[in-house]
């Protein structure tokens, strides 16, 4: 798997995976977003230095996820989000290791990720856990993981 940084030109198939049903349903928030909320927020993203935004594709070029990191003082939250048409093909997994290398190589000094997932959304319990998470505590139907990162080690 394949990583780079997001660019201003990746906007609409983001809006599309970010505006999915299922997508949605698994988001902490869970409303659609405009196109004119999704271009703000993209730009805004893009110009602050306290977020990665990495999109995760194939060799032969086509995007299959994004994973997005926000940096705080001691730690970064991390999500993810596949190309609908690509979920349920091993992608995931590939994608979270490729992103969590690459922050790791562009932000030194945040060693904690933490992952808040829907307590109802399995799938992504797992890949967080088979990534190298840790279970930390669920709170209002939510779930926490974190990883360190000293520790992690590409699978």
């Not at 805004?44 to 935004?53: P, R, S, V």
């Not at 945040?110 to 088979?130: D, V």
């Amino acid at each position: 798997m394949l990583s780079r940084l997001v660019t201003r030109d990746d906007a609409e198939y983001l809006f599309q995976w970010r505006n999915d049903p299922h997508t949605m349903a698994m988001s902490l928030n869970s409303r659609p977003v405009t196109w004119k909320e999704h271009i703000g927020w993209l730009q805004h993203a893009l110009n602050d230095e306290k977020k990665l935004l990495i999109l995760c594709y194939l060799e032969d070029a086509a995007p299959v996820g994004f994973v997005r990191f926000d940096v705080y003082c001691r730690y970064a939250e991390v999500s993810i989000n596949l190309d609908p048409h690509c979920r349920g093909k091993g992608y995931a997994q590939r994608c979270l290791t490729a992103a969590l290398e690459r922050f790791k190589r562009e932000f030194q000094s945040s060693t904690l990720i933490k992952a808040r997932i829907k307590i109802e959304n399995k799938t992504s319990q797992r890949l967080f856990t088979g990534a190298g998470f840790t279970y930390l505590t669920t709170q209002d139907n939510i779930t926490f993981y974190t990883l360190d990162l000293t520790s992690f080690q590409k699978t």
